[in-house]
């Protein structure tokens, strides 16, 4: 039996979740997880919140408060809103679990460091003299040196999510203070890629790729890869402890590849895990595509004795608009989870945000047209459905065979749900198909068919597909995407 470990991108405690967090990964962590059930198979997602980042910092500093008692708030909220969306998880790290994230850090630090995959050399780092003091990741902003975006900061550009040095950062400023930073002498850490060219073409040849991802590792494979700088200077994080190395901790991204490590261990100590049949499966944000498809596996490679399973498919999302314009919550452009639950409930707010995911480019949120939008509606109908007995009114088209379309439907929804070929919108369409065929004047049998599609395929709806359940007695059986349909006359 195929074992899944669906790993989307760790939260942010730096806030609450916004619906452009669960457009964007979390709603396809959730739908694979669930899929793979659906299927007999066994999944887990694992997910643990972000602690070390320097944007928890930023906001602890704003409130004035221990940036440990903000990091431990948001991190709560951020639990409340996964549990409002209806996301599940089966492993989530906290800040109590930084002393195995640490010592599996320091055991790949060791290990590339021993291989020469890590050296330390002086270079040039971004400080503000206002301040006095050291300025890396979301501490310095500026402009992007691969696009000219002004979304970037440390090491990361929102826009292009290709990999700079933070010495390169165009027009940078000081996140703090907000005055110009300036150049000075530092020596420190680097991981050095392009070394591992061969390594990595091979790697990410026999994987599954998503065609953006592919398009992205393409992109870098294109280029000598870089030295990533993988320590700082002040701020939090673990110390390097590196006598040639004062002072200094390890960069909040190098600890991705540790953190799952410890999540893998975490999960394989509460379940049959068997590596050999197990799949990795990564789902993240295009700003994050340097550190998950590069940066990840690479610090992976000093931990092979964890028996870990490198990821054998990544796919990524595009960000989200609120009305045009990205989120942000230091302005509040945001609509909250629960917000959005509040107006039409989880599940509505699930099939929407699935069918609006920006998987091949970014997409738009307004609230006018999630109130108008065919998924709400599709929601609305089912759920009255299971409620009063009602058959909700179909799409009828004689131009086409219902039988046929069944088919169709259940096929495309269990192939979007499957890790090679994830497509959150093609199987929220196939959800709106089987709303319509639910009405379809083609008999009880045809409209037994599609509940049973309904109930075990529409993972996207988990609560209404158990009320349509509930309501009309329909067993829960494994999906794979046969429609097993009976033929039966018009109605």
Same mark, same amino acid.
């Given at each position: ?54 944007? &928890? ?115 940078? &400023? ?12 530092? !020596? ?39 030295? &990533? ?13 590196? /006598? ?46 340097? /550190? ?47 917000? +959005? ?25 307004? !609230? ?6 065919? /998924? ?13 007995? /009602? ?39 196939? &959800? ?27 993972? +996207? ?14 067993? !829960? ?15």
């Amino acid at each position: 039996m195929t074992q899944h470990l669906i790993v989307p991108s760790n939260p942010t405690p730096n806030g609450d979740l916004h619906i452009g967090h669960i457009a964007g990964p979390y709603i396809g962590a959730d739908a694979l997880r669930r899929a793979a059930i659906a299927r007999g198979e066994v999944a887990a997602v694992l997910l643990g919140t972000a602690w070390q980042q320097t944007h &928890v910092l930023l906001a602890a500093r704003r409130q004035g408060r221990d940036v440990l008692a903000v990091a431990s708030e948001f991190a709560a909220q951020i639990e409340e809103s996964f549990a409002a969306a209806d996301i599940g998880y089966d492993v989530m790290l906290r800040h109590e679990d930084m002393p195995s994230i640490e010592q599996m850090t320091r055991r790949a630090w060791s290990t590339l460091r021993e291989l020469g995959m890590i050296v330390v050399r002086d270079s040039v780092a971004h400080y503000c003299s206002p301040c006095r003091a050291w300025r890396f990741q979301g501490l310095v902003a500026g402009r992007c040196p691969r696009c000219g975006s002004s979304d970037a900061y440390g090491i990361d550009c929102e826009q292009c999510g290709l990999y700079h040095d933070d010495a390169e950062l165009l027009d940078a &400023v000081c996140a703090v203070c907000h005055e110009p930073t300036e150049l000075r002498p530092l !020596r420190r850490a680097f991981l050095e890629l392009e070394p591992q060219r061969a390594w990595f073409e091979q790697y990410l040849g026999s994987i599954t790729l998503g065609d953006p991802v592919r398009e992205y590792a393409e992109s870098v494979l294109s280029e000598a890869l870089p030295s &990533v700088a993988v320590t700082v200077l002040g701020g939090p994080g673990i110390p390097a402890l590196d /006598e040639e190395l004062p002072g200094q901790t390890i960069y909040p991204a190098f600890e991705l590849a540790p953190r799952y490590v410890v999540m893998t261990a975490r999960h394989r100590a509460g379940s049959a895990y068997e590596p050999a049949r197990t799949r990795t499966t990564m789902v993240f944000g295009v700003d994050n595509a340097f /550190e998950r498809v590069f940066l990840f596996p690479a610090v992976l490679r000093g931990l092979t004795e964890t028996h870990a399973p490198f990821p054998d498919v990544m796919h990524l999302t595009y960000f989200y608009m609120l009305d045009g314009a990205k989120f942000s919550t230091s302005r509040r452009h945001i609509v909250g989870v629960a917000e +959005l639950v509040g107006v039409a409930g989880a599940d509505a707010a699930r099939l929407y945000l699935a069918a609006n995911r920006p998987e091949r480019s970014p997409t738009n949120f307004t !609230r006018s047209a999630f109130e108008k939008s065919a /998924e709400v509606s599709a929601v609305r109908r089912l759920r009255a459905w299971a409620d009063t007995g /009602e058959v909700p009114p179909g799409d009828e088209d004689s131009s086409r065979d219902p039988c046929i379309e069944l088919e169709h439907a259940a096929s495309e929804l269990a192939d979007a749900l499957r890790p090679e070929s994830l497509s959150c919108q093609n199987a929220a369409r196939a &959800v709106l198909t089987l709303t319509g065929l639910a009405g379809a004047s083609h008999g009880d049998r045809f409209r037994d068919a599609v509940l049973k599609v309904l109930v075990n395929g529409a993972v +996207l709806v988990p609560d209404t597909a158990a009320r349509l359940a509930s309501a009309f007695a329909v067993p !829960r059986t494994r999906f794979d995407g046969a429609a097993q349909r009976t033929s039966g006359g018009r109605g």
